[in-house]
């Protein structure tokens, strides 16, 4: 399935060398990102908290779990989450990123639109009106691609917002 996702690149993998020790970037990383849940109801109310840190996560000895908080009247809805592994090596931390914007639930999304349509192109009498027909096809194609391209420029927005935010967070 990650290989699909890479392909239709709802999915990046990356890795990022950088100029700190593993200690320290935990140390940094801890002072950067605000502990707690990365679920996709847990962010609810976290448009109205007070914190000045852009990410939300955990993270453990070699590994860490973020994902961009939500701010308030923000329209990209952030959803696309990190996952990584880190390990010192020399004198530099080496980062193997996993950026995903694809979430599970819009299966359920997708398996209800295409109900959706079957259910109402065969009541509808789809040979009678011809322009309607056009219409629905149209609707169906916007219904099906919008949320792609919006899974889709998440991952590439937030792969570039990361390789930024950790390199300053050696700085």
Do not use: W
Not at 11 to 24: A, F, G
Not at 41 to 70: P, Q
Not at 147 to 160: D, I, L
């Amino acid at each position: 399935m990650d290989d699909f996702l890479e392909r239709i690149k709802v999915l990046k993998r990356k890795q990022i060398k950088l100029p700190i020790s593993k200690s320290e970037f935990i140390n940094r990383f801890r002072q950067n990102v605000d502990e707690g849940d990365i679920g996709m109801f847990s962010g609810t109310f976290e448009a109205f908290s007070s914190s000045k840190n852009k990410y939300k996560g955990s993270i453990s000895s070699n590994s860490f779990k973020m994902r961009k908080r939500r701010e308030l009247f923000d329209r990209g809805r952030n959803l696309a989450k990190i996952t990584a592994q880190f390990r010192q090596q020399e004198d530099h931390t080496l980062i193997d990123l996993e950026i995903k914007g694809f979430h599970y639930f819009i299966i359920f999304y997708y398996v209800f639109i295409t109900i959706f349509y079957i259910i109402f192109l065969s009541f509808s009498g789809f040979l009678a009106f011809e322009t309607f027909a056009i219409f629905i096809i149209i609707h169906a194609v916007l219904m099906y691609c919008l949320p792609y391209f919006f899974m889709r420029k998440q991952t590439k927005n937030t792969a570039e917002d990361i390789e930024k935010e950790l390199f300053f967070m050696t700085r």
